[in-house]
C-alpha cells in the first residue's frame, strides 16, 4: 500500500559491503561502469539507484541489492499510522484523532531522508482531515468531509467519479476510503447511494477466500454500517440482519473489533421489532466495553439509552 525508503540505511548498508570487499569507491567505478559520484552519492542516500545501476552493483558486491533495498522500506511505521486510523473510527474519540494528525504531521516533517511518493502523504493528509470534519460537532464541516474523502481518493485515482464508484479497482487504503466516501453521503441523507457503495464493498470483501486481518476489520466495519443504515431508513428487520451477520463473522475470526456495536445495533431493532430479549443484547454490549476496560464509553452508552430510549441498564 505504501512505498518508503530509508536510503541513509541502504546507502551505509552498500558502504559497508563495499569496505568488506576491500574496495574503493574508485575500484567499484572501474569494475561496474558506473560513474563514481554516483556511487558517492547512492552511499550517502542522497537518491535511490536506478534499476540498471542496481543490476551492476549486485555484480560486484555478489548480492541481490534489489532484493536488500527492500529491506529498508519504511511501509510498516507509515502502515502503524493507517492502522492507528483504524482505532480513532472505531473509539469515535476526537482527542485521539488530534494526537494522530500531530504524530503524523512531526512523522512527515523527519523524512528527508526517505524516499517516498508524496502523493502517499498528500493522500492520507486528506483522509485526515475528511475524518476529522465527519466527527466534528461542526454541521458544514460535517458535509464537507464527503469532498475531502474525493479529494484524498483522486491522488490516486485520478479520474473517480463517485457516482461511477463501480468502474473502478481499488486497493485496500483506496476501500477505506471508499467506505468514509460512503458513510459521508449519510450526512446528505442520501442513504440509498450509501447502501450501494456499502454494498459493492461487502461484495468485494467477501471475494476474499483467506482474508487477512486488514480485510476482516473492513469487513466487519462494512457490516455495522449496513446496520446502520437500514435503522435509519426503519427497515429494522434487515439492521438486525446485518447485526446478527456481524456477531457471527466477528466469532467467526475472534475479532471483538467493534462487537459491542453490533450487539447494541442488535438491541435497538429488537427493541423497534417488539422482541422481549432486547435488554440481554444491550447489556452484552456494555458488558463487552467494561471486558475491553472502556469505562467511559459504557457509562456514554448506558446514558444514550436512558436518553434516547429510557432504558436503565445500571439495574
Known amino acids: 500500500m505504501f512505498s518508503m525508503y530509508n536510503l541513509t540505511a541502504f546507502g551505509e548498508k552498500l558502504k559497508s559491503i563495499r569496505k568488506l570487499m576491500g574496495y574503493t569507491q574508485q575500484d567499484v567505478s572501474r569494475i561496474s561502469g558506473i560513474n563514481r559520484d554516483t556511487i558517492r552519492r547512492i552511499e550517502q542516500g542522497e537518491g535511490i539507484p536506478r534499476y540498471d545501476t542496481l543490476e551492476l552493483l549486485s555484480s560486484v558486491y555478489k548480492i541481490d541489492l534489489l532484493d536488500q533495498l527492500k529491506q529498508f522500506r519504511s511501509s510498516n511505521r507509515l502502515y502503524s499510522y493507517y492502522q492507528r486510523l483504524d482505532k480513532v473510527i472505531s473509539n469515535f ?9 500531530q504524530d503524523y504531521e512531526a512523522f512527515m516533517e523527519n523524512q528527508q531522508d526517505v524516499l517516498f511518493n508524496p502523493s502517499i502523504y498528500e493522500q492520507f493528509q486528506w483522509m485526515l482531515k475528511g475524518i476529522s470534519a465527519y466527527y466534528s460537532n461542526d454541521s458544514l464541516k460535517q458535509l464537507q468531509s464527503l469532498d475531502d474523502f474525493i479529494h484524498s481518493m483522486r491522488y490516486s485515482i485520478p479520474d473517480f467519479n463517485v457516482f461511477e464508484f463501480t468502474h473502478f479497482k481499488y ?6 476510503i471508499l467506505l468514509a466516501i460512503g458513510l459521508s453521503f449519510i450526512q446528505y441523507c442520501d442513504y440509498k447511494q450509501s447502501n450501494l457503495i456499502l454494498i459493492f464493498l461487502l461484495e468485494s470483501q467477501l471475494k476474499e477466500n483467506n482474508p487477512d486481518q486488514d480485510n476482516i476489520l473492513l469487513t466487519i466495519k462494512i457490516y455495522i454500517n449496513l446496520s446502520y443504515i437500514y435503522f435509519n431508513l426503519d427497515d429494522y428487520k434487515k439492521s438486525l440482519e446485518y447485526a446478527n451477520i456481524g456477531i457471527d463473522y466477528c466469532n467467526r475470526y475472534n475479532n471483538m473489533f467493534m462487537l459491542y456495536l453490533f450487539y447494541s445495533r442488535k438491541g435497538v431493532a429488537e427493541l423497534r421489532l417488539g422482541m422481549p430479549n432486547y435488554e440481554d443484547s444491550l447489556r452484552k454490549s456494555i458488558h463487552i466495553l467494561e ?11 448506558r446514558q444514550i439509552m436512558v436518553e434516547r430510549y429510557d432504558i436503565d441498564l445500571s439495574k
Open 171 to 176: 486497493n485496500l487504503f483506496e476501500m477505506r
Open 93 to 101: 474519540d476526537i482527542d485521539i484523532l488530534n494526537k494522530l494528525n
Open 291 to 301: 471486558m475491553q476496560n472502556k469505562h467511559d464509553l459504557a457509562k456514554t452508552y
